[in-house]
Each structure stands twice: as C-alpha cells, then as structure tokens.
C-alpha cells in the first residue's frame, strides 16, 4: 500500500513541480525544436527511472546489442502492464516515440510531456484517424527518430504470452524502410496489474531480439513479418521467463 501511494504522490509532483520547466520547454521550441525535444526525452526518461526505483522494480536487460545506434528502428514488442512503456523508453539509446491508444492523451499535463517527446495518440475506433496517425509515425522513422507500438493493440489479459499482432502497425517499418526490432517484457504485470490496487517489487526483464529487416522485400515476404516479429518475441520469453520466478 505504502509503494502505490509513494508512486501517485511522485507522479502527482512531478506533473505539479514540472510545469515551469514544460512552459520553458514550450518557448524553447518556438526557436529550437530539437532542443526542446531532447531536453523533453532526458526529464521523461529521469521520470520513469524514479518511478521504476520506487515501485521497487528491478530490469534485467538482453540484446541491447541488437539495437542499432546509427538509424531509427520499429520496437514491437507484447503487452501486459502499464509500466511495459516505461520499461521500454529507459532502455532505448535512441530518441523513442511510442504509439499509444488516445486515451493516454487525455491526461492533462502529461499528455503535453508525452507529445513533446514524440509520442503519438491512436484511435482504434478511427480507421482513418488511425492511418493518419500510422502515417505520422511514418514520417518520424524516415526523419531518423525510433518509434515503438504494441501490435497486439491492447493490453494481454490472457494465459498467453503474446496475443495476434495486428499487421497494421508494421506498416510504420514498411512504409520508411526501417528495420524492426522484437523487444519482449517478462514480468512486468507483477508490478500493479497481477495485483491492483497494490504496487509490489518485481523482477522484470527486457530483452531485445535481432532487426528484422523490411527494406527491399516483397508484398508477399513483408506479409511474413508479424508472424515472425510475434514468434522472435514468444521465444525470448520462453527463454527468460525462469529469471522472475
């Protein structure tokens, strides 16, 4: 009981204490995006540690190699708990912007943080506020910045590890010609979900499968895609489920 409301309490500061710094930051990029952008990435990215160090919640990471330093990526990874966002960002090495459902983007303040750092909003109710937003995303990978999506396009509450990944969302790899990088999060529901409304200590762990590459295949070779992303994911989980136990 006592972590839950440590946490609300830091969020709840943070969201207070931080909207000098964000009407700033809003003022900063009227004359330097990129500097607002990054200043934006390096508050979120200190935020989520803090958080992540206040529920108790320790990471073990694999496959960082696999992750390119040099030109943006596609993460898709599974889905189970709120804190998979934040898990991935702290452990990206590239400016990150993550596809989210649009009600994130009804948080007030926080969804102007979240803007800031490049996050995109998606209405699943919308085919073509959807395919709008896909398209944006788009033309972020080709502009050189990371973008990550849940292709499950919700959060899995089922026995199985990865539910069906929606081929839509690789779209965003298709279309800018960027690889795409599996990520799978072991654990992360032990956190809040296996047991709301309680935050507990968990040990979670992040691994990182080989890119997929998406540049120069075929209609038919690109169709493959999500089932092999989906399969790379499953199998890291597999492989280092026995670590949280």
């Not at 809040?192 to 080989?210: I, N, R, T």
């Amino acid at each position: 009981m006592i972590r839950i409301l440590i946490a609300l309490l830091a969020v709840v500061l943070f969201l207070i204490l931080t909207l000098p710094l964000l009407l700033i930051l809003q003022i900063v990029g009227l004359f330097n995006k990129d500097s607002k952008a990054g200043a934006s990435q390096a508050v979120i990215k200190w935020a989520f540690k803090l958080l992540l160090f206040i529920c108790g919640t320790k990471v073990s990471v694999y496959g960082k190699e696999n992750v390119p330093d040099d030109r943006s990526v596609l993460f898709v990874g599974n889905h189970r708990s709120i804190f998979d966002i934040l898990i991935l960002y702290v452990n990206t090495k590239m400016p990150t912007g993550i596809v989210s459902k649009k009600e994130m983007g009804r948080v007030p303040i926080f969804n102007i943080w979240m803007k800031n750092i490049g996050c995109l909003f998606l209405d699943r109710d919308d085919i073509k506020q959807g395919l709008k937003t896909i398209l944006t995303a788009v033309d972020m990978a080709k502009s050189g910045m990371c973008m990550a999506i849940f292709p499950e396009g919700t959060r899995n509450k089922t026995e199985e590890i990865c539910l069906p990944f929606k081929g839509g969302s690789f779209k965003i790899a298709e279309k800018s010609g960027c690889d795409v990088i599996p990520f799978t999060v072991v654990g992360s529901s032990a956190i809040f979900e296996d047991h709301k409304p309680f935050v507990k200590k968990a040990k979670v762990v992040l691994a990182f499968g080989e890119p997929i590459k998406t540049e120069g295949l075929k209609r038919d070779e690109l169709k493959l895609i999500p089932e092999k992303a989906r399969q790379s994911v499953i199998d890291m989980h597999e492989k280092h489920v026995a670590e949280i136990k």
